[in-house]
């Protein structure tokens, strides 16, 4: 299985992604559909959420 590369890997979050995490989380999407949107890792997309207090929608 190759390894998934992210564009954004390693870098820093900006205001914009952080914003449009937020906006992603408010409208219930997944963690796995945000980070796609983001071209980050599903684990870089749930710390950052974790360490702002933003809460994910869990989909089963």
Known sequence: ???EHFERHKQPWNAD???QLRLLAGKGQGLKQ???ALGRSEESTK??????KIGIAKKR
């Open 17 to 19: 992604e952080a914003a």
């Open 47 to 52: 710390d950052f959420a974790k360490k702002n």
């Open 34 to 36: 945000i980070a796609k």
């Open 1 to 3: 299985m190759a390894k």
